[in-house]
């Protein structure tokens, strides 16, 4: 049996940077890196817009840490790798080759999978998703002979892929159950201008359209929605969100509904097993209760924040702000904050017309999130700085 100080399980920025910390702080400790994916942890949310439109895509150019990095450190990595099984008690993890690893400490930072319309149809070919580099390279290939597309979803991947779709000259329709663009997260006026600006830009938007199934063979033919409309496609790109991946941890105390469970620290109520990134439901010292934060920059800070934990050289405790972006055309869009319920009042300074402004939202007279578009690093920490403050007008 294959024995390590410390096992590290995911294919994302959280499990990347956790192998960094752990290295900050343990010099000498064993340390085994497992993914499900072949290419080394790396920026999903590139993979949107910088990687589907780059005129010369670069796997590398993707990566958190370069390969030298993990080979200069002596981090084992067992890429594209299925883990089957986890014994919490004997701290042991199952491959699916039948291998295992004893481990002292693990993190855990699975991720999320996107979650699959359950309608009929759904397993036809040339209906795709985007969540990992395969992904992408998929519809990077489909767009190449397939002009016309349609992009299922209203939130910001939805959002994403369509800009990004455009701008590679395809036609775009983006069908949502919504009336606006992002009407769950934002306020209603930039929720209407946005939804304005994507048809400027030549998106073919189906709006308060809910998706009742998919038509073909083999392969997608035709698409019907649940007020009766029935339409020819040939390529759907599906962005309904995704599910978490808890499947090694189902029926345990680390697998609930809405995540794996853990403290401020990190570390769940199972000793020496610690969870970050997508599936991690952490207390929030700031905004109040707990909740998830499945964005990069959270969980680049979790994975840091856990791994220290880990070596047990170093105690920090986790109070980030949600915090993440989304990039369309010439609009880069900035969240900080709660943004998970639709706000109760807001303001807004700037002007959407000349596509710099920000939007400022409240739930009673507490500030919970700000929008920012094209805005400076300056606005973004004076934003970051008054979210966390709990600022009140």
């Given at each position: 049996?294959?024995?390590?100080?410390?096992?590290?399980?995911?294919?994302?920025?959280?499990?990347?940077?956790?192998?960094?910390?752990?290295?900050?702080?343990?010099?000498?400790?064993?340390?085994?890196?497992?993914?499900?994916?072949?290419?080394?942890p790396y920026h999903r949310q590139k993979l949107a817009s910088d990687f589907l439109t780059s005129a010369k895509p670069d796997a590398d150019s993707l990566l958190y840490l370069p390969a030298e990095w993990y080979t200069k450190h002596k981090i084992e990595l067992r890429q594209g790798s299925i883990l089957t099984q986890l014994n919490l008690e004997r701290k042991l993890a199952v491959f699916a080759t039948g291998q295992t690893i004893e481990f002292r400490k693990a993190l855990l930072a699975m991720g999320a999978r996107p979650r699959k319309p359950k309608v009929a149809g759904a397993s036809l070919g040339?209906?795709?998703y985007l969540r990992t580099y395969r992904d992408a390279l998929a519809i990077r290939e489909m767009v190449q002979t397939e002009k016309n597309i349609i992009v299922i979803g209203g939130g910001i991947i939805a959002a994403e892929v369509t800009a990004a779709l455009l701008k590679l000259g395809c036609k775009v329709t983006l069908m949502s159950r919504d009336s606006q663009l992002w009407q769950n997260r934002i306020d209603h006026d930039t929720a209407k201008w946005l939804t304005s600006y994507f048809e400027l830009k030549g998106a073919n938007l189906m709006l308060q359209e809910t998706l009742n199934g998919f038509e073909g063979k083999t392969v997608l033919r035709n698409i019907q929605t649940k007020s009766?409309?029935?339409?020819?496609?040939?390529?759907?790109?599906?962005?309904?969100?995704?599910?978490?991946?808890?499947?090694?941890?189902?029926?345990?105390?680390?697998?609930?509904?809405?995540?794996?469970?853990?403290?401020?620290?990190?570390?769940?109520e199972e000793k020496g097993i610690f969870a970050?990134?997508?599936?991690?439901?952490?207390?929030?010292?700031?905004?109040?209760?707990?909740?998830?934060?499945?964005?990069?920059?959270?969980?680049?800070?979790?994975?840091?924040?856990?791994?220290?934990?880990?070596?047990?050289?170093?105690?920090?405790?986790?109070?980030?702000?949600?915090?993440?972006?989304?990039?369309?055309?010439?609009?880069?869009?900035?969240?900080?904050?709660?943004?998970?319920?639709?706000?109760?009042?807001?303001?807004?300074?700037?002007?959407?017309?000349?596509?710099?402004?920000?939007?400022?939202?409240?739930?009673?007279?507490?500030?919970?999130?700000?929008?920012?578009?094209?805005?400076?690093?300056?606005?973004?920490?004076?934003?970051?700085?008054?979210?966390?403050?709990?600022?009140?007008?």
């Open positions: 049996m294959i024995q390590r100080d410390y096992l590290v399980v995911g294919a994302g920025v959280a499990a990347a940077s956790a192998c960094e910390s752990i290295r900050q702080y343990d010099k000498k400790g064993s340390v085994t890196l497992v993914g499900n994916e072949w290419l080394l040339n209906i795709l009766g409309e029935r339409f020819p496609a040939s390529v759907a790109i599906a962005a309904l969100g995704t599910d978490l991946n808890l499947g090694v941890v189902q029926n345990t105390p680390l697998s609930s509904p809405n995540g794996t469970p853990v403290t401020a620290t990190m570390e769940t970050a990134g997508d599936i991690a439901l952490h207390p929030d010292a700031i905004l109040g209760g707990v909740r998830r934060s499945p964005y990069p920059m959270n969980a680049i800070e979790q994975g840091t924040i856990a791994g220290a934990n880990m070596t047990g050289k170093k105690r920090q405790k986790y109070a980030g702000i949600p915090h993440f972006f989304a990039n369309l055309f010439d609009l880069k869009f900035e969240f900080i904050g709660d943004f998970s319920l639709a706000p109760q009042t807001y303001e807004i300074e700037g002007e959407h017309a000349k596509r710099k402004f920000q939007a400022r939202y409240f739930r009673g007279d507490k500030l919970t999130g700000v929008l920012l578009c094209n805005q400076s690093p300056a606005e973004s920490e004076k934003a970051l700085a008054q979210v966390t403050s709990g600022f009140k007008r």
